[in-house]
């Protein structure tokens, strides 16, 4: 089975900041790693696939980075509807990170 | 409109049975391969199960396998999930969600989910 660890598990934040997220595999996942949204009481949703591609409908401050088995979501501009919990995916075996709460500093 | 809506969560004592329902709407059923993923109270995502497009092909995390099946019906567009013998840590909101296949599996469309809640 594929583990995916993330860090940090906490983020506190202001508005404007630019924040990072990072997401490292227990082997290579060929880049088949998802990033995912959640808000409290809500379904997640899709940001970012294989690695680096956008989601339609998703603002472009977000973006996603890296390779093999280790991966990033930046925020470029933090903004209020981005305070949430953000999970990473990896979509061989479908295992994900427990997860970043993005909160407000 | 394209979307997800599950149904059948519910109060369950230990060792019993639920058959949860996700019906699909707005886009091609069987187009898809459909998963269920659950969460238990304040805590994160994990992944259930999975069954391809056409219903031969389904796989389980370790945790449900054995007590769980999944299956679909591609005519009525709908997904479900049998729960045989279950416990307390099977308590979760569990969410229905579709992929594509091979290296397209990720989640791009999730349902609002339904409660399980396993307690004696």
């Known amino acids: 089975d594929i583990q995916m660890t993330q860090s940090p598990s906490t983020l506190s934040a202001t508005v404007g900041d630019r924040v990072t997220i990072t997401c490292r595999a227990s082997?290579?996942?060929?880049?088949?790693l998802a990033w995912y949204q959640q808000k409290p009481g809500k379904a997640p949703k899709l940001l970012i696939y294989k690695a680096s591609y956008l989601q339609s409908g998703v603002p472009s401050r977000f973006s996603g980075s890296g390779s093999g088995t280790e991966f990033t979501l930046t925020i470029s501009s933090l903004q209020p509807d981005d305070f949430a919990t953000y999970y990473c995916?990896?979509?061989?075996?479908?295992?994900f990170g427990q997860g970043t709460k993005l909160d407000v500093k | 409109e394209v979307q997800l809506v599950e149904s059948g969560g519910g109060l369950i004592q230990p060792g019993g049975s639920l058959r949860l329902s996700c019906a699909a709407s707005?886009?091609?059923?069987?187009?898809?391969?459909l998963h269920w993923v659950r969460q238990s109270p304040g805590k994160g995502l994990v992944w259930v199960s999975r069954i391809n497009g056409d219903g031969s092909s389904t796989s389980y995390a370790d945790s449900v396998k054995g007590r769980f099946t999944i299956s679909r019906d591609n005519a009525e567009s709908t997904l479900y999930l049998q729960m045989n013998t279950l416990r307390v840590e099977d308590t979760a909101v569990y969410f229905c969600t579709r992929s594509f296949s091979y290296s397209r599996r990720y989640f791009d469309l999730w349902g609002r989910g339904t409660l399980v809640t396993v307690s004696s």
């Open positions: 995916q990896q979509y061989d075996d479908y295992s």
């Open positions: 082997q290579s996942i060929h880049n088949w």
């Open positions: 707005g886009f091609t059923f069987s187009g898809h391969w």
